[in-house]
Every structure is written in C-alpha cells, then in structure tokens.
C-alpha cells in the first residue's frame, strides 16, 4: 500500500490519491460488452449459449432450474451452513420487512385529495457473482427483499458451476427460476429476453467491471438498474485507539474480493500506519486469496490526516462503499459523514457482518457513486405512484389557477379541460 501525507499533496495528487483502480477505467471493456450485448439481442439463446460456452464453457441441457431443482439442494448442503443461511435471512428479513411504505393521503384542499402509494417491481431480474467466490450472501440480500416487496417474477442468473448453497439460499428467499448463466452475456438475457430467459423490468446485483458496464448501457436503452455496483472498496478511519489487526483484517476482507478491489486507511496516527501496514503483511501471508488481495493492495493507499476532521472530509471526497470508523469516539463523527455506502462503528463492527447478517443490505454504490446513489433496499424493488380525486368543489377550487397557469405556458388544450367541466356544471 502506498503512503501519502494529506497535508503536503497538491489538488491535482491529492485527486490522484483518491483515484479508483486502474483496471476499472479499462477503456475496451465498453466495446467488448456493446459487442456482448448486440450479440445476445440479435441471436437470442443462440448467441447467449455461444458466449457462455466462449467464457465460462458448456452449458449442457440443465442450465434452468426452477423451484424443485433448487429445494433439492438443501439435501446435499452442511447442517452449519444451512443454520448460518438462515440466521442471515432471519436478520435480513426483519430489517427489510420494516421498510415496507405506508400509503401517504392527504386532502390538500376542499375536495382535494392526493396520495403516495407503492407497489412492487412485477419482474426482476438478479444478478449473483461466482467466479472464484461463489457469493452466496448476495443471494439473500437480493431475493429476499424481492420477496418482501413482492415482486412477482423473481430471475436469479450466476455463472457455472453453480454451489448448493446459493441454490439453497435461492430456494429459502423464493426465487421462481434460475439460469446458471453469467456476465455481460446474462445481463443481456434479462434486458432483452431470449427465448428460455424472460426480460425484466429491472436488474438488481453487483459484479465485475464487465458486468456493470453492461448495466450502465441496459439502463442507457431502457432497462432499470439498482445502481453501479462494482469492484469491492473500503476505506477506514482509525487514530491511535485502534487495534491494528481489526483494521488490516478490515482491509484484507475487502482486498481478497478481487484483483480490482481498492482499500484506503486514513488515520491521523504515523505510529498507527505502520503498525497496520505490520499487520496487513503478517495477515497476508495465511489467506488462501493471498495473491488476488496483494494485486488489490498495490492499487490502495494509506492517507495520513492531520486530524479527523480532515479524515473525514477525505472519507467524503472519496465516497466508499464501506466505511469502517475505528476511534475513540466514532459515533461523534457520524453528523460529519456524508458520502458512504454503509458505515460500521466501532471496533467490534466488522465490514463482514453487514456482508452477511446484521440485516443491512450488502449491496452498495461504488466508485464514487455513494455520493448520489443510496445503499439498496427495499424500495429499490418498488415503485411510488401517485393518486389525485377532485370532487366538484375541488375543481371549481383550482379551475382559476390550473386555467391561468396553462394559458401563461400556452397549453390552451390544459385549460380547455377544465373550462369544459365547469361548463357543464351550468
């Protein structure tokens, strides 16, 4: 990990220090996944199966398993896991259950009233990483809240080969049909349909740069996103109170996601820096992902501050997608945090328990994107509409003004609307 002094950088290097990983900015992942997309909206299953077979090898007959092929699972699947699934669900669906909306009314005027009501997303489409991590958590953060909403059309797709207990989590959170099938290529398939895969209305899930470039130019031709979801980044705040293990074990957590995954420490502590750096490097050495976070770790940096105030005007200029507070007081920071995915206080909140089962939802903004986009939730599976009923006496209360307004803007149809209704009152 590189290491800066704030304090002493230019604007333009310290922009360069809070800069993501190079290997995100890939300038040909755009036109390979135009060329992926074009493929798949052209051929249909063909040009899907082709693809798959291109990236991730044969598919063979059985690559749509419904609700009875996904059961089955639970058979084959350790009694540990299974128990650890489903204390998960247990804490994911309390905290989503207690989201759902409640239908807002109100009569603005006499005869006037207007409401704010929700309903679900009818068919949704997600997405769960596999590769060398089959990403079972994602499974639950996703289907679960689908289910909650109540979504009508739940499509999970994850690359082959496919683990038990993502089937099993499937099977637990209700998901209607699974596609063993991955990438940009499956990202097309739910945008477009094919002739065994159906189109969605929106597509929920993190993965890799190509997968998330393949949701940005969906969304660009008409398919809802949840957001731009990528390569996996923490960034922690810690002074001279912190345990340096807790915060390069907090690193290395985030670091063994991928190659493109970036970690930052900012600290106001040299003698902090070091010890976690120590640390980081004695941790390393007994991961089995250990190369993947060293290529991770030579992209990420370690940020001196001068006080926390500033660490934590760091932390917002960066936006991470987890931010780990490690300090003597780091619910007083809180009212100063602006930009972040998901923020875990204190030395006993690890990033890992919002992954799996405190109940917050793992799926979150990255690249800068927490500084618009919010982490997900249930509403992210539901849509707000709104609903206005005028009695008589309410037209006749806002004719004047509704009338006006469309004549000032030079809709003459807008006012002829309403003239016509108080016309026939007559």
């Known amino acids: 990990m590189q290491r800066v002094i704030w304090q002493t950088l230019t604007e333009t290097q310290k922009q360069a220090a809070l800069s993501r990983s190079e290997l995100v900015q890939d300038g040909a992942v755009a036109e390979s996944v135009r060329t992926i997309l074009a493929r798949v909206k052209n051929e249909g299953d063909a040009g899907l199966l082709a693809l798959t077979e291109q990236f991730d090898g044969p598919l063979g007959d059985n690559w749509q398993l ?29 905290f989503h259950s207690a989201q759902q ?9 006499n005869g006037v009233r207007c409401e704010l009501r929700s309903e679900a997303i009818e068919r949704v489409g997600l997405y769960v990483p596999g590769g060398t991590a089959p990403l079972i958590s994602t499974v639950l953060m996703l289907a679960l809240p689908a289910r909650i909403a109540g979504c009508e059309l739940k499509v999970m797709v994850t690359p ?15 998901v209607d049909t699974l596609f063993t099938i991955g990438g940009a290529q499956a990202i097309a398939a739910l945008a477009y349909g094919t002739e065994t895969v159906p189109r969605v209305d929106k597509i929920f899930g993190p993965g890799n740069r190509f997968v998330t470039e393949a949701k940005t130019q969906v969304s660009q031709q008409g398919t809802a996103i949840d957001m731009p979801a990528g ?33 930052m420490l900012v600290t106001n502590s040299a003698a902090l820096a070091d010890a976690v750096e120590q640390a980081v490097s004695r941790q390393l050495e007994r991961l089995p992902r250990s190369a993947v976070a060293q290529v991770a770790l030579s992209q ?32 007083d920071l809180l009212p100063r945090l602006r930009a972040a995915g998901s923020i875990f206080l204190g030395p ?42 005028l009695s008589q006496d309410g037209l006749n209360t806002l004719a004047n003004a509704v009338t006006t307004l469309a004549e000032a803007e030079g809709l003459r149809a807008h006012a002829t609307a309403v003239t016509l209704r108080l016309e026939a009152q007559q």
């Not at 909306?101 to 005027?109: D, S």
Request: charged letters at 20%.
């Open 300 to 331: 990420s940096r370690v940020i001196l501050a001068d006080t926390l105030e500033q660490a934590c005007a760091i932390s917002n200029a960066y936006a991470p997608e987890h931010l780990i507070v490690q300090t003597r007081a780091p619910r």
């Open 231 to 263: 390569p996996s980044e923490v960034l922690v705040i810690a002074d001279d109170s912190a345990n340096p293990d807790f915060v390069a074990a907090d690193l290395l957590s985030q670091a063994e996601h991928g190659e493109d995954s970036q970690v």
């Open 66 to 94: 419904g609700p009875e092929q996904m059961a089955e699972a639970a058979g084959r699947l350790d009694e540990a896991l299974k128990q650890a699934i489903d204390q998960a669900i247990d804490n994911i669906g309390r």
């Open 160 to 174: 082959p080969p496919v683990n038990d207990a993502i089937l099993y989590a499937a099977s637990r959170c209700g």
């Open 101 to 109: 909306p409640q239908t807002l009314a109100l009569n603005v005027a």
């Open 348 to 389: 006993w909140t690890p990033e890992s328990v919002g992954d799996y089962a405190s109940g917050t939802n793992h799926v979150l903004p990255t690249y800068g994107a927490a500084r618009t986009a919010s982490s997900l939730s249930l509403a992210d599976f539901q849509r707000r509409f709104t609903v206005q009923e």
